[in-house]
Nanobody, 126 residues
Framework: QVHLVESGGALVQPGGSLRLSCAAS????????IGWFRQAPGKEREVVAC????????YSAESVTRRFTMSRDNAKNTVYLQMNSVRPDDTDVYYC???????????????????WGQGTQVTVSS
């Protein structure tokens, strides 16, 4: 059974750093496209970044490019989102999601993911 568990959300000051983790179980995350999304109350869920299965492709939203980076630890079956130079508008619940397709690509569309974690809260405030 596929499970995704996010962790690492916290209260962080503007300009600070945070690393979110997405621990996968029930499947080998390296072969899946993994996406990080975020959602504020009353707003639609939006993509932050994604990495394709077998590192086939990658994407990051313009608002986080050069600040956020995704990486994998295949031995731990875990995907990370390193968040640097965070800003108050990065405050959201962050979710990771997984999809498996024959091309292994990740996607920037919420609807194209099959499995979701429960989310972790990130609050950027002084």
């Amino acid at each position: 059974q596929v499970h995704l568990v996010e962790s690492g959300g916290a209260l962080v000051q503007p300009g600070g750093s945070l690393r979110l983790s997405c621990a996968a179980s029930g499947f080998t995350s390296y072969s899946y496209g993994i996406g990080w999304f975020r959602q504020a109350p009353g707003k639609e869920r939006e993509v932050v970044a994604c990495i394709g299965g077998r590192d086939s492709n990658a994407y990051s939203a313009e608002s986080v490019t050069r600040r956020f980076t995704m990486s994998r630890d295949n031995a731990k079956n875990t995907v990370y989102l390193q968040m640097n130079s965070v800003r108050p508008d990065d405050t959201d619940v962050y979710y990771c999601a997984a999809r498996q397709r024959t091309d292994f690509y990740c996607s920037d569309f919420v609807q194209r993911y099959d499995y979701w974690g429960q989310g972790t809260q990130v609050t950027v405030s002084s």
